[in-house]
């Protein structure tokens, strides 16, 4: 008979890296909201200079909430 689980060392070493990639895709969110958050910037004060008035109200990224993609709450910086 074929067993229905993989050794607990090998689901051991598929958990540590499925924990792995997700930092790093946590990682990866957060510095993509960064990279978000410096273009409404840039493009705000592109707006400004081009209309020649002050760049006293931001143009905002698209909304976020405090989940990642997969609905998972994100980690505090």
């Known amino acids: 008979m074929v067993p229905c689980h993989a050794p ?3 689901q ?3 958990v540590a890296k499925v924990e792995q990639l997700m930092a790093l895709v946590d990682a990866l ?3 993509l909201a960064a990279s978000r958050a410096t273009a409404a910037n840039l493009l705000s004060a592109l707006v400004a200079e081009l209309t020649c008035t002050p760049a ?3 143009v905002s990224a ?3 909430s ?3 993609r997969r609905g ?3 980690k505090s910086p």
Request: glycine share 10%.
């Open 56 to 58: 006293s109200e931001k």
């Open 12 to 14: 051991r070493r598929i």
């Open 29 to 31: 969110e957060t510095q």
């Open 62 to 64: 698209s909304p976020t």
């Open 66 to 68: 405090g989940t990642g």
């Open 8 to 10: 607990l060392a090998e």
């Open 72 to 74: 998972r709450p994100r």
